[in-house]
């Protein structure tokens, strides 16, 4: 299977993709890793990584499991 192509114009670096989505670019670092979103170098424009919209909106909306089931028999606290 070939992967899609990225041009200049369908990426976004981190910053572009925290305000995209109003939110910190950490927050924006933890959807990038936690789904392994494909990263983009442009010749010509240093270390920066980009990504592609369509692959960060996906991401965004899918939710993440964190941590495991709970062990049957132990109580689980519910924070109000």
């Known amino acids: 299977m070939e992967e899609p192509k990225a041009t200049g114009e369908d990426l976004l670096n981190i910053q572009e993709v925290a305000a995209r989505l109003g939110i910190a670019e950490s927050t924006a670092w933890l959807i990038v ?43 689980v606290k519910i924070a109000a």
Do not use: S
């Open 33 to 75: 890793k936690r789904h392994d979103l494909p990263r983009y170098r442009l010749p010509g424009r240093g270390k920066t990584v980009y990504f592609r919209w369509v692959d960060v909106e996906a991401a965004y909306n899918t939710p993440v499991q964190v941590g495991g089931e709970p062990k049957e028999g132990r109580p």
